[in-house]
C-alpha cells in the first residue's frame, strides 16, 4: 500500500484556507497513486485555548472530509478536530475510507495537560477492518504511554496512525540541557512503539512556526516518519518545513517480524 503523510503548516483558526490546501494535498496524493493519506493533530484550527466557541458542534469537520474522500476516491485519516458532544469535549480523529464512509473513530485518550481543562479523555482504543488490514490511531501524547498500544496489540493492529502536533517549547525548561530533545524522542517513540505492537507506526506532525495572538509561539518539530518492526524507520522528516512524502509499505514483512519479536 501507498501512505501520504503531509507535514502541514496550519493556518490558526482559518478553516476555510486549510481546507482548501488540505484538498490540494489530497489531489497531489491521489495523482500520485497513494492509497491513504494522513494530516496531523488540529489541522483544522490549531490551538484553540479552551475557546469553546471553536469546538465543531455538529460533525462539519468530518462531514466535509467525507466528501473530499468520495470525491477524490483515497482514504483519509482527518488529523484531529477538537468536537461538542453529549458526552464532553473530546479531540477526535477519524479514519475515512475512499467511499466516504467512517471505518474508525478514535478520542484522544491522554490529554496534553492544557487540554485538560476544556477536554474529556476518550477511553476507547478501537482496532478497525480496512481494505489494507487492521488500523488503529493514536493523537500525539498517547506516544507517551504503552499500555494504549498493549490495548491495539491484542486487537491484532498492523497499523497505527498518529496524527500529532508535537512542538519543542513543550520541553522549554529543559533546552539547556539538551535543545534536541524532542526531536530525539519522537523518533526514538516512533520505533519503540513499532516493535511493541508489531505494527506499522505512520506518525504524520505539524510543520513550521505557529505565533498566537496571545504572544505564544510553537515551534513544531516536525520528524513526520513511518517505522516497523527490523527495519526501523523505512522513511523519516529530519525538518519541520512544509512538505508530504508517499511511501509504500509491506505489511506481509510483519509476518515474519512476529516470528522474532512476538514469541
Keep these: 500500500m501507498r501512505i501520504a503523510v503531509v507535514q502541514f503548516t496550519i493556518a490558526h483558526l482559518d478553516v476555510e484556507t486549510n481546507f482548501r490546501r488540505i484538498e490540494e494535498f489530497v489531489m497531489k ?51 484531529s ?6 458526552n464532553g469535549n473530546f479531540n477526535t480523529s477519524y479514519y475515512i475510507d475512499s467511499q466516504g464512509n467512517v471505518l474508525g473513530t478514535y478520542s484522544k485518550n491522554h490529554l496534553y495537560p492544557s487540554e485538560h481543562r476544556f477536554l474529556t479523555p476518550g477511553t476507547e482504543v478501537p482496532v478497525f477492518e480496512t481494505v489494507f488490514g487492521k488500523a488503529g490511531i493514536v493523537i500525539c ?28 517549547e513543550i520541553a ?15 523518533d526514538a517513540l516512533c520505533i519503540v512503539r513499532s516493535i511493541e505492537t508489531n505494527a506499522a ?5 505539524a510543520s513550521g512556526t505557529a505565533t498566537f495572538p496571545n504572544g505564544s509561539t510553537d515551534t513544531l518539530i516536525g520528524h513526520s516518519q513511518i517505522t516497523m518492526p527490523v527495519l526501523g524507520a523505512i522513511q523519516r522528516l529530519d525538518h519541520q518545513n512544509e512538505t508530504m512524502f508517499i511511501q509504500d509499505i509491506d505489511l506481509s514483512l510483519l509476518k515474519e517480524s512476529a516470528k522474532i519479536y512476538q514469541r
Design 29 to 79: 496524493a491521489k495523482q500520485e497513486s497513494a492509497d491513504v493519506i494522513i494530516f496531523p493533530e488540529d489541522c483544522i484550527t490549531s490551538s484553540i485555548f479552551g475557546d469553546l466557541t471553536k469546538l465543531d458542534t455538529d460533525h462539519r469537520t468530518r462531514d466535509r472530509f467525507q466528501s473530499i474522500a468520495k470525491q477524490h476516491a483515497i482514504d483519509i485519516v482527518t488529523g
Design 201 to 205: 507506526l505512520i506518525y504524520c506532525n
Design 172 to 186: 522549554e525548561s529543559m533546552k539547556a540541557h539538551n535543545p534536541e530533545s524532542e526531536e530525539q524522542q519522537i
Design 141 to 168: 501524547w498517547d506516544m507517551l504511554f504503552p499500555e494504549i498500544f498493549e490495548r491495539m496489540k491484542k486487537q491484532g493492529v498492523q497499523m497505527i496512525y498518529c496524527p500529532s502536533y508535537w512542538y519543542k
Design 81 to 86: 478536530v477538537m468536537e461538542e458532544t453529549p
